[in-house]
């Protein structure tokens, strides 16, 4: 018997939900962990159903699909297909970073062939892990379109931004903005590649870098790396809940629960004073 891929979809339309659950049961291969109306709603399912492939709709109200994949922890990331009627940069963005996605309305065809495509990924090793920073890469292609529409023909795209450095605050560049980010109010950090997403109060900010970049920049007091593409600030931490095989889920807000792998078992044990 083959093994079907598990997924979990989400859309803010419920007739476009039922839709996407019509066609997806049709397909063998694909079993139903759940369905979502909101990104709150993803981002809680992906940490409890730990499904293989997410359908994810990109525009959606609050937590857009694309806030969604920036809080993620990427060890526990899923693969994702987006559902989307986006402006045609945007799918260049996409295509251009290998990232997959099916237009709406949504038809069986594509479905089907985007469910082969995340088979055929899944039997590469650390295709999971893969997924997040070519997500990143896109959206900052296509933050980069955005800002050239919006210019309309101005020429102030060398003009430099001042370089700042200071010894408590995290410096990130969002297309012609500087953020100034205080370390205390940061909860946790991921790594993707070349990018880290830095989430603070429900937001994330992105910062191409590494994560042995960023570490050396924070207070080691008070963040610790509690998996191999996360770091967390302890100061954050509402409770610990112990997991299987070593493991621990940290809790640090009504949405934010980061697994710990058994590897860094030993910061959360000395965090308890156990």
């Not at 990331?77 to 045609?88: C, G, H, I, K």
């Not at 989430?199 to 050396?216: D, Y």
Request: aromatic residues 6%; hydrophobic residues 40%.
């Amino acid at each position: 018997m083959t093994q079907r891929i598990r997924t979990l979809i989400v859309d803010d339309e419920p007739l476009a939900l039922r839709l996407m659950r019509a066609i997806l049961e049709k397909i063998p291969e694909v079993e139903i962990v759940g369905e979502c109306k909101n990104g709150r709603e993803a981002l809680k399912g992906v940490t409890e159903l730990s499904p293989d492939l997410l359908f994810l709709d990109i525009q959606m109200p609050g937590i857009s699909g694309l806030e969604v994949i920036k809080r993620i922890q990427g060890d526990v990331m899923p693969l994702v297909v987006f559902s989307t009627a986006y402006e045609q940069y945007a799918l260049d963005a996409f295509d251009s970073n290998a990232v997959d996605y099916i237009l709406k309305p949504i038809d069986s065809e594509r479905a089907k062939r985007a469910v082969t495509r995340a088979i055929a990924r899944l039997q590469i090793k650390e295709s999971k892990y893969q997924t997040k920073p070519a997500v990143l890469g896109a959206i900052e292609q296509i933050a980069y379109a955005e800002q050239n529409l919006q210019m309309n023909n101005r020429r102030d795209d060398h003009h430099a931004a001042p370089e700042l450095n200071t010894t408590s605050r995290i410096v990130v560049k969002d297309r012609d903005e500087i953020h100034l980010l205080d370390q205390k109010e940061i909860e946790w950090i991921d790594a993707a590649g070349d990018y880290m997403c830095l989430h603070i109060g429900g937001e994330t900010h992105v910062k191409r870098t590494t994560l042995k970049e960023l570490l050396a920049e924070l207070d080691e007091s008070k963040f610790k790396r509690v998996h191999r593409s996360t770091i967390v600030n302890l100061n954050f931490v509402k409770k610990v809940i112990p997991h299987s095989k070593g493991e621990f889920y940290l809790i640090l807000g009504e949405h934010d629960k980061i697994k710990v792998s058994r590897n860094y078992k030993d910061v959360v044990k000395e965090f308890l004073g156990t």
